[in-house]
Every structure is written in structure tokens, then in C-alpha cells.
């Protein structure tokens, strides 16, 4: 973290910034991956949790006062079942070795089982939601039928 920001100061970065890196397990370094001038890609997970980063924002570019920490709810999931249905066909069209998974992961049939599952206590939909579904028809649309 301490890093990170040494570096955007160093940008004279205004904004926000999302920083990734990857540590190596071997050595305990962290490696940069990429720095992205926008909000995360798991931007919706934080605002079912409770955390709405784009209204703090706002808020704070607008001269309002912000909390200092905001509540959030734990437990909360966020689920993206086209992401759940490339992973159940990558699990059983391809061998583990093939995937490079490496030490403890679920069997074929544990990956199927939570496929099949229904939704737990706290599970959120990435895109489905009942409120606005037009983002999830066109994305499956896209899926299905491919095209814009």
C-alpha cells in the first residue's frame, strides 16, 4: 500500500487509482501488474456490502464530509454466473494439470455441486439484477447469440 501511493504521489496522481500487484509466494515480493485510473472491477461487490465508493466520491469531490470508515456487511457474495458457467466447462473440458492448479482444489463434482447451488445467504448477482435486468438480458444475449 505504502508503496503504492509513493508512486502515484510521485505521478502527482489525482483520482482514483486502482493498483494490482502479485506476490510471489516464493520470495514474499510483490510485482506490479498494472495501475488503472478508474474503479475496480469488483466495484459492485463493496457497494452490496454496504460501501458505495462512486456516492463517497461524489461526495468528497463535492466538499462533503465523508465518514472516515464506512459499515459494511460481511458475508456478502458476489456471484457472475457467466463466470460460473466458463468455469464448470474449463473444470470439466480440461485436466487440472492443464488449468496449473496447484494443492487443494475442488473436484469435478464439488465444482458441479456449487454450479447447481442455490444461492446462499448474502449472495449478490454481478449483473442480474431484478430492479434493472436490461444489463444482464444483453448480456446474455451477447453470450448466446454473440454481436453488440
Known sequence: EAAGIRMLDELDWQGVAMIECKLDLAT?????????????????????AGVDFPALLVACASGNSVAQRAPYRVGVRSRWFWGDVDHLYMRMTKSARALHLEGAFPSRFEVIREFLSLPRRGDRGEIWRLRDPAPALLEMRRRLFGGR
Open 28 to 48: 514474499g515480493r510483490h510485482s506490479l501488474m498494472e495501475i488503472n485510473g478508474r474503479l475496480w472491477g469488483s466495484l459492485q461487490l463493496a457497494i452490496d
